[in-house]
């Protein structure tokens, strides 16, 4: 067993959640790694070794959520930090938008985040110590075009941080988030050719971010180190957003 605790990490099995599973088991934790695709969830596991494990499932499902926190205390003990990374793109423009396009986009992102933290919530409380760490966008802060259902979902993350963080970080359990900006990942490879190009010239730093460089900021939140930090949004995003 490791010795920095148990943390899952929600849609891990590639991109910005295969880097933040790599890094926390570099930190010294124990990693459930959670994907819906349970083959891409196996595979980071067994990259990191026999100090993680895989459950796949859905985390907008209430009894997939539950299966995934069960898995993790079995395997092993009491989950003592959660990344709530999982979620999904879709480009379109609002007026095509379907309700089922955003029905979705809220699901994955901000009911996912709440459930997956309400079920872990109560341990972290009864232990009087916890982490957990929202994974935003700076969509959240700025708006994106063609990408309102992500921007909202992404702005309520943000939102849920701050007012759990109001609520539980005197009981011992520190509630952040981190709102990357373009991140070389196939998820963000999935929009637009223009809509890359564009938003690259518009970032003072002239360059998407790479997978690791999140994780870090994840990493640090994720420590003692952080003890300070409470309902705060980290900005690694190449200077799309300042603070």
Same mark, same amino acid.
């Given at each position: 067993?490791?010795?920095?605790?148990?943390?899952?990490?929600?849609?891990?099995?590639?991109?910005?959640?295969?880097?933040?599973?790599?890094?926390?088991?570099?930190?010294?934790? @124990?990693?459930?790694?959670?994907?819906?695709?349970?083959? $891409?969830?196996?595979?980071?596991?067994?990259?990191?070794?026999?100090?993680?494990?895989?459950?796949?499932?859905?985390?907008?499902?209430?009894?997939?959520?539950?299966?995934?926190?069960?898995?993790?205390?079995?395997?092993?003990?009491?989950?003592?930090?959660?990344? @709530? @990374?999982?979620?999904?793109?879709?480009?379109?423009?609002?007026?095509?938008?379907?309700?089922?396009?955003?029905?979705?986009?809220?699901?994955?992102?901000?009911?996912?985040?709440?459930?997956?933290?309400?079920?872990?919530?109560?341990?972290?409380?009864?232990?009087?110590?916890?982490?957990?760490? +929202?994974?935003? /966008?700076?969509?959240?802060?700025?708006?994106?075009?063609?990408?309102?259902?992500?921007?909202?979902?992404?702005?309520?993350?943000?939102?849920?941080?701050?007012?759990?963080?109001?609520?539980?970080?005197?009981?011992?359990?520190?509630? +952040?988030?981190?709102?990357?900006?373009?991140? +070389?990942?196939?998820?963000?490879?999935?929009?637009?050719?223009?809509?890359?190009? $564009?938003?690259?010239?518009?970032?003072?730093?002239?360059?998407?971010?790479?997978?690791?460089?999140?994780?870090?900021?994840?990493?640090?939140?994720?420590?003692?180190?952080?003890?300070?930090?409470?309902?705060?949004?980290?900005?690694? @995003? /190449?200077?799309?957003?300042?603070?």
């Amino acid at each position: 067993m490791s010795t920095m605790g148990t943390v899952i990490v929600t849609g891990a099995g590639s991109g910005i959640g295969r880097a933040i599973a790599l890094r926390l088991a570099a930190d010294g934790f @124990n990693v459930m790694v959670n994907d819906y695709r349970s083959e $891409a969830a196996a595979a980071v596991a067994a990259e990191i070794g026999p100090w993680a494990a895989s459950c796949a499932g859905d985390v907008s499902d209430e009894g997939d959520v539950a299966a995934i926190v069960a898995a993790a205390e079995a395997a092993f003990g009491p989950v003592t930090h959660l990344v @709530n @990374n999982a979620g999904h793109v879709h480009q379109a423009l609002f007026r095509d938008l379907t309700a089922e396009d955003f029905d979705r986009m809220i699901a994955v992102h901000l009911r996912g985040s709440f459930l997956c933290s309400r079920a872990v919530i109560g341990g972290m409380l009864a232990r009087g110590a916890g982490v957990i760490v +929202n994974i935003a /966008s700076q969509l959240g802060q700025i708006g994106g075009v063609e990408l309102v259902h992500y921007s909202a979902a992404k702005a309520g993350i943000i939102g849920m941080t701050k007012a759990l963080a109001r609520e539980v970080s005197a009981q011992g359990v520190r509630v +952040n988030a981190v709102a990357p900006g373009p991140i +070389n990942t196939p998820l963000v490879r999935s929009l637009s050719e223009d809509w890359q190009r $564009a938003k690259a010239a518009e970032l003072p730093l002239g360059r998407f971010g790479e997978p690791e460089e999140v994780a870090a900021a994840v990493s640090f939140l994720c420590s003692p180190e952080a003890a300070l930090f409470v309902g705060q949004t980290l900005g690694p @995003n /190449s200077g799309d957003v300042m603070l």
